[in-house]
């Protein structure tokens, strides 16, 4: 059974398939390529750039608020541009070059602003949420690097599927509590709306496995050198949502308190 996820980085077929360069040659039968191929090396490289882009406008983002600016406008307005650059991207990905360091521009205003909030509500908070997403990143990626998790089809499937599930769930949620009265269970600091998000963090966390495995085959088979950007922003699209969701467990851990 074949699943495709609702997350466009993760479903592109750009990474599944090699790419034919265009050459040409001149009168003196020099062989020129136009064509430069994604590395592994340049998708790090990018996505460093891109987390000190988004760092940037998140501190921003986090100076106003604490000098009496309401961080919301701009914490809005960042999420629903970042959602539109990243659909855009998800269907001109030979746009990535420049979608994806605007999509980290916009996503800093609103990690800035929801972080500052959180902040505020429970000192202390935002560092140990860095920490968290940070060390899983790593440990993750030492995972990945020595083979101890393998990426295959059947690995593929059930963290799609997972990350599908989780995503309904939190659109249904959304859509009910709209209109309706009815509270979502992963809201409040309940065991089961904990339980909730440790299994939503560790879905997260899985996602980056393939993040990894997506980038790897991205090189392996020459893809455009516009894909690390590609590759470098369904990264940082991870990131994002596994930082979100330690914000929001460490929040409901320290209100218990």
Not at 44 to 68: E, Q, V
Not at 217 to 229: L, S, T
Not at 230 to 246: H, K
Request: aromatic share 14%.
């Amino acid at each position: 059974m074949n699943f495709k996820s609702n997350n466009p980085f993760l479903g592109n077929k750009n990474f599944s398939k090699p790419t034919v360069h265009s050459y040409s040659q001149d009168e003196n039968s020099t062989l020129i390529d136009y064509g430069q191929e994604m590395t592994v090396s340049g998708t790090i490289n990018k996505s460093f750039f891109m987390l000190l882009l988004l760092t940037a406008t998140a501190s921003l983002t986090w100076w106003l608020t604490f000098n009496g600016f309401n961080p919301l406008p701009l914490a809005i307005g960042g999420a629903i541009v970042g959602f539109i650059l990243v659909l855009i991207s998800s269907f001109r990905p030979q746009y990535s070059s420049y979608l994806a360091p605007a999509y980290a521009l916009v996503e800093g205003l609103f990690i800035g602003g929801i972080s500052a909030v959180f902040e505020a509500m429970y000192p202390g908070i935002v560092i140990q949420a860095v920490g968290a997403t940070f060390v899983t990143f790593l440990v993750c990626f030492g995972l990945y690097k020595y083979q101890i998790v393998k990426v295959n089809e059947q690995f593929k499937s059930v963290v799609i599927a997972a990350t599908l599930a989780v995503a309904t769930y939190y659109l249904i949620s959304w859509l009910l509590s709209m209109f309706t009265s009815f509270v979502p269970v992963h809201h409040g600091n309940s065991l089961m709306s904990i339980g909730i998000s440790v299994v939503v963090i560790i879905i997260a966390a899985l996602n980056l496995f393939l993040d990894f495995d997506l980038i790897e085959k991205g090189a392996k088979n020459r893809q455009p050198k516009y894909m690390e950007w590609f590759g470098a922003m369904g990264l940082m699209i991870t990131l994002v949502w596994l930082y979100i969701e330690f914000l929001r467990l460490l929040s409901k851990l320290s209100s218990r308190n």
